[in-house]
């Protein structure tokens, strides 16, 4: 219900994830009766009075001068009143009235993610790693092996040239989807976002049901647009670009000349959207401090679809009209939430508390069922659910980055499955530009870097 109401523009709002009123706490003893409360003040008033009789017999005061008695007068004691929950306000979804509150959460199946260590993933993601079946109920021993699959014969890699011609790349493979969506996260390792302590319930046990988790997936950079850039144009990313270039500065931006997957697609006749959460002014930069996603928006830095980008780069509440229709649904749509609902642990300007994971969980929970339940998406739709890997803590230079993890959902990928294998944003770049049939751009074209293989998509491979 709450997917059809928003593909019609019907309750634009984003329920909140930590929502809900509190029972109140009952008092220990309660209130006494009201005859009781009567007793007790009167006893205890003759007990006061004996004390001060006594009191006086034995003070040592003048034999003519009777010093006077102080009287003090006992009340029943007030209850306390039973604190008023106050609810909790968020944010609208690209404008529009508050949501309801999420339902209570039902029992859900869970794909047991918590026996896996989370190891640094290599940059290329090319070595053969057993792929084990994972049971939607967690196993029993979580320190057992599971059974490995087959591991498929690996096929030839394409043969590396010193600087590839894009023109020239040989062709990627990926699966026939017509509808991808990625829904770029930030700020959390693959062990806090898909741990067993996780408390993002959607996104590390409903969605895994579901789909199939690639738990070694990695960033390629340290900062959040660089990591984007990599993602959508396979650039090694400059200094700037790894600082998330808070000055816009010329090495920022990508330039025109450099392939990128969203120009591949406009030069083939696709199309393609960003919706970034409450996104003001159209393709637009973001300013020193700006407050919601933009900073994570890299669009507007890829000078090659500068012509497409402002029609093209729009607000998220564009999304359900847009996916109503196999006509009007991009090939590529990429969601980007704002700061309050985007993964990382910063205060929100809008509710109380830090944002993290909890709040990306209740954006999830709200958006992915408006985007699955679409009528292009059942129309050989991907979802791709990633952590950019940004925003993490610093390490020494030279480490290897850490897995963030991500969950791919769809008809064409697997189900309940969790594949150990190392990818990285370079590896699902190479899978995209072979599903739109578009050459590798940038340095997924080089020979170390392989798509997404038959543990994700185990039908088209």
Known sequence: ATAVAWRDGLGAGLPDATAGPMPPSPSRLGPLPAAAGRIAAALLLAAVGTGVVLGSAASPVSSSTVAPRSVIAVAAPTPNPTPVPTPAVTPALGGGASGAGLPDDAPIARVDTSAIEAPAASAGGTEPVAEPSVAVEPAADPVAEPPAEPTPEPEPAPEATPTPDPGEAPAAEGPPAKHVVIVSLTGQSFKTAFGKDSPAAYLSRELPAEGVVLSRYAPVARGSLANQLALLAGIEPTQEQDE???????????????PSLPAALTDGGRTWKAYVHNRGVPCSRPVAGAVFGLLRDPFPYLRGVEGECPAADVDLSKLGEDFSSTDLAPSLAYVIPDFCHDGRDLSCPFEPGTSGLQRADGFLRYVVPAITSSDAFK??????????????????????????GAVVVGSLAAQGKVTTRAYNHLSLLRTLAGTFGVAPPGRSAEADVRELGRDVFPSTR
């Open 379 to 404: 129309d050989d739709g991907l979802l791709i659910i990633l952590f950019d890997g940004g925003n993490l803590p610093p390490r020494p230079k030279g480490d290897k980055p850490p897995a963030v």
């Open 244 to 258: 998330d270039c808070s000055a816009v500065a010329a090495t920022c931006q990508v330039p025109a000349r450099a």
